[in-house]
């Protein structure tokens, strides 16, 4: 157990005060989160709160990193809004519970692995646009219930609030430490609006949050193929882009607190917890960057500050919805302003004349795609396919081959450089047929045979100089490349010397 329940392995250092504060700061913040993203979803806010609160408990008590937050997400709510529309709430909790296996078996497998292959411009991309993407998500606040812009006294007031709470939010830190600044403002902000009896949009607006404890349901859905076929793309979907953003998000906050989390088993309890959330009518989700980040920057830790945020979640929606629901939306939209700057990389603008024009490149089209699509899977599949693209055609031009005849007659030919796909051209016109003598050796020391087109390359280059009754002699090869030759059974036309 105290390999999971770290909050309870008494040697680790808790700071208690600072994590249950940040919970309840969590919680508040996550109210909004989750109405407005099951509305996205096209689903009752009910549906988003159970799932914050089932995603936030599970993955805080069982997940790999500590501190981060995970619950109803903007990310899955545009992947699940199709099919909400098209066949019910029912069949989306199938699809999240589907989901969650198949993130399970991801971490089973130890596929969190694969994040390493996440080049830092992605990361980048990746964060810059779910900043963007957090700050445009505010500005609905300042429209009226039309969708036009506010004027007038509505907008200075709610205007001068938001600036009050980021002032605060700034502020307090600078001053003392003992107590999270965010909930301070929104106490603040709050406390000011009831004081003086301010005119201002609140929670309650937005949705009634009031309900019970997350009841127990199994999908009311057909349990045939056709059901299968219908739900696997979303949930594979759903499952990637969960995946994605959690780990990512861990890559974060592990750079931020210099410390490590578990990316697979991280991928088992966000998998246990779309299971779970999908049996207590919940619409699944993932690691919700800002808010974890609000956790963080109040100085949480430990998995405390999550279990108290879920919980504190659901004391809201069952029996402080009336209190809640009078919050200004004025501090909760200050407060994701700053968690909106606070999670920009700004760092990325200094780098600019410094890294390769083609990381600038993927950073810059990554966070594009994720403003304009909300598709977070697709923006990071795409920057790491240009970013290997990118990398193979570097390699491509790299290969080289050092070149001279010894005393016996016989040519050598010293090659250097990867041989793959995208060097064999490279590698073939190395090569003089015409000119060389009867017997030359390809030194392979400083290369390596890497895929099948290098595997044909070696064979075919062979096969040219043994049809003018030249003798070829492969030297010096790997023995990952020696057993590629050999599994490939290229070794007919291959004289190899070791």
Not at 152 to 176: A, D, R
Not at 336 to 363: L, Q, R
Not at 389 to 407: M, P, Q, Y
Request: with cysteine; proline share 3%.
């Amino acid at each position: 157990m105290k390999q999971y329940l770290r909050l309870f392995d008494f040697s680790q250092k808790v700071n208690y005060k600072t994590e249950i504060l940040s919970g309840i700061t969590v919680a508040i913040a996550l109210i909004p989160e989750a109405v407005a993203f099951a509305f996205i979803a096209g689903l009752s806010p009910l549906v988003g709160l159970y799932a914050a609160f089932v995603m936030g408990l599970v993955t805080s008590v069982f997940g790999g990193r500590p501190g981060m937050i995970s619950g109803a997400t903007g990310a899955v709510a545009v992947v699940i809004v199709a099919l909400a529309k098209s066949h019910g709430v029912e069949y989306i909790f199938a699809t999240v519970i589907l989901a969650g296996i198949i993130q399970v078996l991801a971490g089973v497998f130890k596929l969190g692995k694969l994040m390493r292959l996440v080049p830092l411009p992605v990361v980048y991309g990746f964060v810059n646009g779910l900043a963007i993407i957090i700050f445009m998500s505010q500005l609905d606040q300042f429209k009226d219930t039309s969708g036009n812009w506010l004027t007038g006294n509505s907008l200075y007031i709610i205007l001068g609030l938001v600036l009050l709470t980021m002032f605060i939010i700034w502020g307090l830190p600078k001053l003392t430490k003992a107590f999270p600044a965010s909930l301070a403002a929104i106490l603040i902000i709050f406390g000011i609006v009831t004081a003086f009896g301010i005119d201002t949009k609140t929670v309650g607006d937005m949705a009634s949050i009031k309900g019970g404890f997350p009841p127990f349901n199994i999908p009311d859905i057909a349990y045939n193929i056709e059901t299968l076929k219908l739900i696997f793309p979303y949930a594979a979907i759903v499952a990637g882009v969960g995946l994605i953003e959690s780990l990512l998000t861990l890559e974060l906050i592990d750079e931020i607190t210099e410390t490590r989390g578990r990316t697979n088993k991280e991928a088992v309890a966000q998998g246990i917890a779309n299971m779970t959330s999908g049996l207590f009518s919940g619409m699944g989700g993932c690691a919700m960057i800002g808010q974890s980040l609000i956790n963080i920057s109040n100085g949480a830790r430990a998995r405390l500050s999550g279990i108290v945020a879920s919980i504190g979640l659901l004391i809201f929606v069952m029996f402080g919805a009336s209190l809640i629901e009078k919050l200004p939306m004025a501090a909760l939209t200050g407060l994701m302003i700053m968690v909106a700057i606070g999670t920009f990389e700004w760092v990325s603008f200094k780098v600019i004349n410094k890294y390769p024009k083609s990381d600038i490149i993927v950073g810059m089209l990554v966070a594009l795609i994720t403003v304009v699509l909300h598709n977070l899977a697709l923006a990071v599949l795409i920057g790491v396919v240009i970013a290997a693209l990118v990398f193979s055609w570097d390699n491509a031009k790299r290969i080289r081959a050092r070149k001279h005849i010894d005393e016996k007659g016989i040519k050598h030919y010293e090659i250097y450089g990867p041989l793959f796909f995208g060097s064999v051209k490279t590698f073939n016109d190395k090569f003089d047929l015409s000119n060389d003598p009867d017997e030359i050796i390809v030194d392979f020391k400083e290369s390596r045979i890497a895929d099948m087109s290098a595997i044909e390359a070696v064979n075919k280059l062979t096969e040219r100089y043994h049809k003018v009754g030249k003798k070829v002699y492969i030297t010096n090869l790997s023995s990952s490349s020696h057993k590629l030759l050999l599994k490939a059974d290229k070794m007919i036309n291959v004289n190899v010397v070791e």
